[in-house]
């Protein structure tokens, strides 16, 4: 089964860019997609912030992030990248990614749902300092 490994956290000041990596090893064709989610200090919820296909690369972006983070994917890698750009106090989180499988690829919002992803990384930490 897959495993999924992200990288790339770290403590930065407001305004600051970072790129979070999630390599996949063991994808299966069944795969269809990796997901970005986010739990912020205090909350017991993780909130999706973006996904993408690996075959058609579509992408699907968080409105609260939109327009500062963009997902992207390397095949050949088996990696997905999360660039986060002017970086607010507020995106201060445990980033995940997350697989989705085929069979879970149905409805209008597929992409936000959590509980259609499985296979889930460690996690990496993004602190944002103001």
């Known amino acids: 089964q897959v495993q999924l490994v992200e990288s790339g956290g770290g403590v930065v000041q407001t305004g600051d860019s970072l790129t979070l990596s999630c390599a996949a090893s063991?994808?299966?064709?069944?795969?269809?997609?990796i997901g970005w989610f986010r739990q912020a200090p205090g909350k017991k919820e993780r909130a999706f912030v973006a996904t993408i296909s690996w075959n058609e690369g579509n992408t699907y972006i968080a409105d609260s992030v939109k327009g500062r983070f963009t997902i992207s994917r390397d095949n050949t890698l088996n990696t997905v990248y999360l660039q986060m750009n002017n970086l607010k106090p507020e995106d201060t989180a445990v980033y995940f990614c997350a697989e989705m499988s085929y069979a879970m690829v149905f409805g209008s919002t597929w992409y936000s749902d959590i509980h259609r992803y499985d296979h889930w990384g460690q996690g990496t930490q993004v602190t944002v300092s103001s």
């Open positions: 063991g994808r299966t064709s069944s795969s269809f997609a």
